[in-house]
């Protein structure tokens, strides 16, 4: 769907036929023997080599190699710039907003009869009443269910408004991993033995033996006193 609305066609190459693959296996040739070759691949320090400090710095040499180097060279092929051949394109669409709406998800719901109201993911929203009983496309972002944009007939109907939100994203989206708690450099456990020590054998445990009525003793009886 998204490359309908972007104008890309989907070749699928033949299995076994590399040739299907050429341009991008092609592309990746360069990147290796004119940029990866200027950096380590171990990222420790090599003769002629750089070693980046981290991700973002190796992301930055990347985005100036391809800008003032690649763009900028006369393909043998074309006889002109990527960045040339880029620019004598029509552009397809004219702004971000329009970009963005194309990576959009999609699903088609039946809005209730009684309610009007369509359920999604676990939520709950309400939509304009004209379309009770109608078959809709929503729109939306993975990232943000609290968001839909209702269509019908092609036609948007604006934006549902949420009336119970469960879940806030597709349960495909990967979820970042939670961050593991910063070291304190305090050993609970050593403190807690400091304090088992300074309470001279006082212990603060529950025994069920200790529950018991003591040997000899009489269980009392119940009143009847209320």
Known sequence: MTCAKLGVRVTHSPPYRPEGRGKVERFFETVRGQFLVEVSPDGKPAPGRRVPAGLDELNGWFTTWVEHEYHVRVHSSTSATPLERWSAGTPRFTGAAQLDAAFLWEAIRTVAARTATIKFQGNVYETA????????????????????????????????????????????????????????????????????????????????AGLAPAAGSEPEEASDDQ
């Open 129 to 208: 009443p004209e379309l009770a009983g109608q078959a809709v496309t929503i729109r939306y972002s993975p990232f943000d269910l609290t968001r839909i944009e209702v269509f019908h007939r092609g036609a948007s109907h604006g934006h549902a408004q949420p009336r119970t939100i469960s879940r806030h994203c597709h349960p495909k989206v990967k979820q970042a991993p939670q961050a593991a708690p910063a070291v304190t450099g305090i050993d609970y456990l050593q403190l807690l033995e400091d304090k088992r020590a300074a309470a001279d054998g006082a212990a603060h445990s529950i025994r069920y």
